[in-house]
């Protein structure tokens, strides 16, 4: 069944215009949220933390930062935009003492609320308002006149009064200017999850680096593995993006296209698809959560060995020197 949508004829931003809403977290979103909010004539206090770079950016457009208990206590409406590993701790020193009923708790993804991270006091109504994009979009976007489209969702306590507060907070964000679809917390966290892991991010790395191993192992140059296996895929995916598979399809060659439906089949196989069917099924049941929280409280040591290890790939070796030839990439380093 199609989502049904909501744009800015939809949402009242006049339910906004007498709160006050604290911006937890001056990152990716909480930059974005926050300027959007205040350009759309919403009062917006942010909190974030002194001596960072990103509270000197906050000064600088012209907020004036305060500890996130501060901000809390004063809100009616507060929206969590702190990374997602340490919200749990923060919520339990900083955030749920200073709520008070009535409030509204904003969240830009479910995984905290759906995984139980926070006891929401009685009388607190929590809903998700999720742009899907990042906060530079966001932001420049809105500023352009246009939006992100978002996701709305109600939580813990969450009546219709709290959902109208979060369309119209998805509308001072510039969401509805491009359409809301509403879905629920578990919905959100576990869809999220399990693209990020099976599809955008895990398995495409894993696809590209056993692409480039297989190459490379054969004999061929590194950097025609990489420019293969790794630099041509953004080309494929923008056309993705524009028209979807079948514009891919009408773009490549008639060679590249028999191969694709002829092949592909044998890489992502019935045995590929029963893993996704597993990961998922431990996305559901709160397994990666569990293991993820644990080794946040553990450290994160597992966590940091495994990025240290895939860092260097050499792959990536290959790659900063070819991306320093390709003056038009922006090339980055971390
Ligand atoms: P970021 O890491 O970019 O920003 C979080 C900010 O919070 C940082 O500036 C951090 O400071 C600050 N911070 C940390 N601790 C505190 C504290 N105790 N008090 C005040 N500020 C603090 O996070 P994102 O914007 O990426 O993510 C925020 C939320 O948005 C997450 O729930 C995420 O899942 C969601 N989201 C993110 C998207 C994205 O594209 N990035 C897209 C959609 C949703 P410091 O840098 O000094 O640590
Ligand atoms: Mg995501």
């Not at 942010?46 to 600088?60: F, M, R, S, W």
């Not at 680096?209 to 293969?228: N, R, S, W």
Request: glycine letters at 10%.
């Amino acid at each position: 069944m199609p989502a049904e949508m909501f744009y800015d004829k939809d949402a009242d931003l006049s339910l906004l215009k007498k709160k006050l809403i604290a911006i937890l977290g001056y990152g990716s979103q909480g930059h974005a949220h926050a300027q959007n909010l205040r350009d759309s004539g919403c009062n917006v206090i942010v909190a974030e933390l002194p001596g960072t770079a990103n509270y000197d950016q906050a000064v600088k457009d012209g907020f004036e930062p305060v500890s996130a208990a501060g901000a809390v206590e004063q809100a009616d409406v507060i929206t969590i935009l702190l990374p997602d590993e340490i919200q749990a701790d923060v919520f339990r020193s900083e955030i749920r003492d200073n709520l008070s009923p009535g409030n509204v708790l904003v969240c830009s993804h479910g995984f905290n609320v759906h995984f139980n991270q926070f006891q929401i006091p009685e009388g607190v109504a929590t809903v998700l308002v999720a742009p899907k994009g990042p906060g530079h979009l966001v932001r420049s976007e809105f500023v352009k006149g246009g939006g992100v489209p978002c996701l709305l969702a109600l939580g813990p306590n969450a009546d219709d009064r709290a959902r109208k507060i979060g369309l119209a907070y998805a509308k001072g964000i510039g969401g509805t200017r491009a359409g809301v679809i509403e879905t629920t917390f578990a919905e959100e966290t576990e869809t999220d999850l399990f693209g990020e892991q099976v599809v955008l991010c895990g398995g495409l790395a894993a696809l590209i680096k056993a692409g480039y191993e297989t190459l490379v192992e054969a004999g061929y140059q590194p950097e025609m593995a990489y420019f293969e296996c790794m630099h041509e895929v953004k080309l494929i995916v923008d056309l993705f993006y524009q028209g979807g598979l079948n514009y891919m399809r009408y773009s490549v060659s008639n060679t590249a296209e028999y191969g694709d439906y002829t092949r592909g089949p044998r890489i992502v196989t019935d045995e590929t698809k029963a893993e996704m069917k597993r990961i998922l099924a431990e996305i559901r049941k709160g397994q990666f959560a569990r293991e993820w929280i644990l080794e946040n409280k553990a450290g994160a040591p597992s966590f940091k060995a495994l990025r240290r290890l895939e860092r260097e790939h050499p792959i990536e070796e290959v790659g900063r020197q070819l991306r320093r030839l390709m003056t038009w990439i922006d090339a980055k380093e971390v």
